[in-house]
């Protein structure tokens, strides 16, 4: 499979969460095979599916085979693994609302496993809630609204993923153990911001990427 990356202007100036809209679910295929033949799927390294996400920073469009690929998170993470012969869309979901974060989830729920950490790895999936509004009433109860691809994970614990969260594609960091903490005093980002924030906002909102934190995912192996 081979990508090809676009470069177009945009202009985004504030930073919002993942806001996928329902998505067309791909069309199963069914190819005919001999139980005594089916072959073993081949799970791509985590080192791998890294560098595919690194290649992405910076990108502001995504085309595969032709085909665009929606500018948003879960587009970002599908196209990602899309390269490597995994469509994280295909998932044999019958919700026609699911939006592109929650097809991803349903996909893992079904060919991976899902942790809270601490421990997390290279290529994982980060899952959060409640970066938008996803329903409109003004409070936090909107889950499965962003996703990204972890890529490392800093000395201090600082977990360093790769998403599209305002105008482009780029690094985000989130410190589950300071969750609260966007810089240290020396400067050091812990925590990116997420959820935009708005004068309406009640004291108590969350906007930090540890603080809307949900749950890791895997689709690769060890």
Same mark, same amino acid.
């Given at each position: ?107 893992? @729920?079904?060919?991976? $496993? ?8 290279? +290529?994982? =999936?980060?899952? #959060?809630?409640? /970066? ?63 959820? @935009?924030?708005?004068? $309406? ?8 990427? +540890?603080? =809307?934190?949900? #749950?890791?995912? /895997?689709?690769?192996?060890?």
């Amino acid at each position: 499979m081979r990508f090809l990356f676009i470069m177009v202007s945009i202009a985004i100036v504030t930073l919002v969460g993942c806001a996928t809209p329902p998505v067309e679910h791909p069309r199963a295929s069914a190819p005919e095979v001999r139980p005594c033949c089916r072959s073993v799927e081949l799970v791509p390294s985590r080192s791998a599916i890294v560098r595919t996400a690194a290649k992405l920073v910076g990108a502001k469009a995504i085309k595969s085979h032709g085909r665009r690929i929606a500018y948003d998170c879960a587009g970002v993470t599908r196209a990602i693994f899309l390269q490597h012969g995994i469509d994280l869309y295909d998932s044999g979901a019958s919700d026609p609302n699911a939006n592109g974060v929650r097809l991803i989830y349903a996909h893992v @729920r079904q060919h991976g $496993t899902f942790h809270q950490g601490p421990v997390v790895h290279p +290529g994982d =999936l980060v899952f #959060f809630d409640n /970066t938008w509004d996803l329903n409109g009433d003004g409070k936090l109860n909107d889950p499965l609204t962003h996703v990204g691809v972890v890529e490392r994970v800093e000395p201090d614990g600082t977990v360093v993923f790769i998403s599209r969260v305002a105008n482009a594609i780029e690094r985000y960091r989130m410190n589950l153990a300071l969750p609260h903490v966007h810089k240290t005093a020396d400067g050091r980002v812990l925590n990116d911001y997420m959820r @935009r924030k708005l004068p $309406t906002d009640p004291d108590d909102m969350s906007h930090l990427t +540890g603080e =809307l934190f949900s #749950f890791y995912g /895997t689709r690769l192996g060890s």
